[in-house]
C-alpha cells in the first residue's frame, strides 16, 4: 500500500548520503520532497503541514547539526515523527474485571466489518479466550447469513436470533446476546452492527442505541484504508455522533495511496488498534505503528515475521532438520526440504513474506512479478520421487529425471534446476551452521550452532609485514621510531612510562576540541 511512499521517501534521504554537513537548501530542499511524498500518498493536509514543520524544526536542532552522519539523524527523525502520526504506542484491547468483555464494531457500508468480525474472534480464540460473534446487522441483506458461515470457518459460535434483511430489533438482539453470553460462560462478546454512512442520521441513532444498551468496553471504527481522505471525514462525523475508542483498518494490503492510515491517528485523536491485511482469517494483527513506520521506510518488518513465524513452525520438525544440518552427513533430505517449505507457505505469499525483509523496497518489481505457483511445481516434482530418491538424491540419474519430469508435469531441466539448487543451498546451510561461509574460512561460528574452522593463520618468518599497534599513541611511536617499540620492565603493554608522550601522539591525530559528546 505504501509503495509510492516508500520509494519517494527513498529517493530523498539518497540525495543526503555522503554529506558530512546540511545546509539550510539541504533541510528545506528535504523538507519540499517529504510534502510532495505524503501529498502524494493522500495524506491529509493539516497531518502533512505538522508532520514537515516537526521534522524541519527537528533537523535545524543540535542532534543534526552535531551529528557524525546526518543523513542517519533525518531519517530517524522521519521515523520517529511517523510513529508519532501513526499513533505512538501500540493499543491493545481493555477486557473486562468481571462478566463478558463487549466489543462493538461499527464502520462504513462495504469496510469489510463483518468479516473483519470474524478475523478479531479467531484472534480472541487464539489468545485462550472464548469469544462469542452476535449478528445485529439486520438491515444489509444475507449479513447475517454471512456472518454465520464466517464464525463456523473460526469455530466460534454466532447469536442470530433475527433473520435479518430489514427484519428485526438489532438493539433487542444485542440486549439478549448479553444474556446468552452469561448462560453459555462466554468471555468475549462481538457485535456486528449495521454499516452506515456519516450523514445517515437513522443509522447514526441506532448505533448510539446499541451502543448505550450494552455500554461496551470497547468500540471499534472499521475503515477502509483504500478510500483516502473521504474515510477521514467520515470518521469524524462517527467520532461527533456516536463515538468511539480505537480504529480498525482493513485492505492494507491494497494497491491505494495509504492515506487515510497516515492520517486517521493524528487527525481524530484516536489509536489505530488492529490492521487486517489480507483476505485469510488469519490476517488479522494488532498494528504497531513502530514497525508499519519501519515499513514505510523500506527498514522491514522483522519481529512480525517472527511473530508469525512462532505460530506457523512445528518446532520438533525445525529442531530435527537443524540437527541433520548440524551433522553434516548429507542426512538432510528432499522430504526435509519439503517439510520446511510447507511451514514457509503457513506464513503465506512469499511476496508478503519477502516484503518483510530490511531493504527489499528496491526488489519491489521482481518481488511483484514473483510466480507462486513455482513452489507448487517444486513440491509436484518432489512428490513425483520415490522415497529412495527423495532421501538421496545422488542416485537420481537420466532415466528417472525423465520419469519424474513426465510425473510431475514440468520439464527434465525443471528436475536438474531443483536437485543441483537442492545440493548448493545443503551445503550452504551446513557450511552456517557449522560457523563458516564459502569463501570466508575465519567467519566465527553462528551462536549454538559450533564454532567454525579457523582461517589459516600467516607462516612465521622474515617476508612477514611488519604489526602495527592499534593503540594510536602505540601507533604513532612506531612509526617515529621505525615500527619498533621496546618494553620496559615491569610494562605490561610493551612500552615504559618514560619511552612515549601520549599527549603529543594524541595531538598528532588532529581529532576534534570536543570529542567526547560523540561518545554520549
Do not use: C
Request: aromatic share 4%; net charge neutral; glycine share 10%.
Amino acid at each position: 500500500m505504501f509503495a509510492t511512499l516508500s520509494d519517494r521517501l527513498a529517493e530523498t534521504f539518497k540525495n543526503l548520503r555522503g554529506k558530512g554537513r546540511l545546509s539550510e537548501a539541504d533541510i528545506d530542499a528535504t523538507a519540499r520532497e517529504i510534502r510532495i511524498a505524503l501529498l502524494e500518498a493522500d495524506v491529509s493536509l493539516p497531518v502533512v503541514k505538522e508532520f514537515v514543520a516537526a521534522v524541519k524544526e527537528r533537523a535545524r536542532g543540535e542532534e543534526v547539526s552535531q551529528a557524525l552522519n546526518p543523513a542517519q539523524q533525518i531519517i530517524k527523525i522521519v521515523n520517529e515523527e511517523l510513529v508519532t502520526i501513526l499513533g505512538g504506542e501500540t493499543r491493545r484491547l481493555r477486557f473486562a474485571k468481571s462478566g463478558p468483555t463487549v466489543i462493538m464494531l461499527a464502520g462504513l457500508q462495504g469496510a469489510g466489518k463483518t468479516t473483519l468480525a470474524a478475523k478479531l474472534a479467531l484472534w480472541l480464540k487464539e489468545q485462550d479466550r472464548t469469544p462469542m460473534l452476535v449478528a445485529a446487522d439486520l438491515q444489509r441483506p444475507n449479513a447475517v447469513n454471512q456472518l454465520q458461515v464466517n464464525g463456523e470457518r473460526v469455530g466460534v459460535p454466532v447469536f442470530a436470533p433475527e433473520p435479518g434483511n430489514g427484519v428485526g430489533d438489532p438493539v433487542q438482539v444485542a440486549r439478549a446476546a448479553m444474556d446468552e453470553a452469561r448462560r453459555t460462560l462466554h468471555d468475549v462478546v462481538i457485535i456486528d452492527t449495521a454499516g452506515r454512512l456519516g450523514v445517515d442520521a437513522e443509522l447514526m441513532k441506532q448505533a448510539a442505541d446499541i451502543r448505550d444498551a450494552v455500554d461496551p468496553d470497547e468500540v471499534l471504527f472499521v475503515v477502509d484504508a483504500m478510500i483516502g481522505q473521504d474515510a477521514v471525514t467520515t470518521a469524524q462525523a462517527f467520532l461527533d455522533g456516536v463515538g468511539y475508542d480505537g480504529v480498525v483498518l482493513t485492505k492494507l494490503d491494497g494497491d491505494a495511496r495509504g492515506g487515510a492510515a497516515l492520517s486517521i491517528a493524528s487527525v481524530t485523536g484516536k489509536p489505530v488498534m488492529f490492521a487486517s491485511a489480507g483476505e485469510k482469517m488469519t490476517d488479522f494483527d494488532l498494528f504497531h505503528p513502530d514497525r508499519m513506520a519501519s515499513r514505510i521506510l523500506d527498514m522491514g518488518d522483522v519481529l512480525t515475521l517472527i511473530e508469525q513465524a512462532e505460530k506457523a513452525f512445528d518446532q520438533e520438525q525445525s529442531l530435527a532438520a537443524a540437527e541433520k544440518l548440524l551433522q553434516g552427513k548429507g542426512d538432510f533430505t528432499l522430504d526435509d526440504f519439503m517439510q520446511q517449505m510447507q511451514q514457509l507457505r503457513k506464513l503465506g505469499s512469499m511476496t508478503k513474506i519477502m516484503g518483510m525483509l530490511p531493504g527489499m523496497g528496491q526488489y519491489r518489481e521482481q518481488l511483484e512479478n514473483f510466480d507462486e505457483r513455482e513452489l507448487d511445481r517444486i513440491q509436484a516434482i518432489i512428490s513425483s520421487m520415490t522415497p529412495a530418491e527423495r532421501a538421496n538424491p545422488k542416485i537420481i540419474d537420466g532415466s528417472r529425471r525423465a520419469r519424474i519430469s513426465k510425473g510431475s508435469g514440468t520439464t527434465v531441466s525443471d528436475v536438474n534446476q531443483l536437485v543441483d539448487r537442492f545440493f548448493e543451498a545443503r551445503k550452504m546451510m551446513q557450511q552456517m551452521a557449522r560457523g563458516g561461509m564459502p569463501g570466508m574460512p575465519g567467519m566465527p561460528g553462528m551462536p549454538g550452532l559450533g564454532g567454525g574452522k579457523r582461517g589459516k593463520q600467516p607462516k612465521k618468518g622474515k617476508g612477514k609485514a611488519k604489526r602495527v599497534s592499534g593503540n594510536p599513541a602505540k601507533a604513532a611511536a612506531q612509526k617515529a621510531g621505525g615500527g619498533k617499540t621496546t618494553a620496559a620492565p615491569g610494562s605490561a603493554f610493551g612500552a615504559g612510562a618514560g619511552e612515549i608522550d601520549y599527549e603529543k601522539a594524541a595531538a598528532a591525530l588532529d581529532l576534534p576540541k570536543d570529542f567526547t559528546k560523540f561518545l554520549k
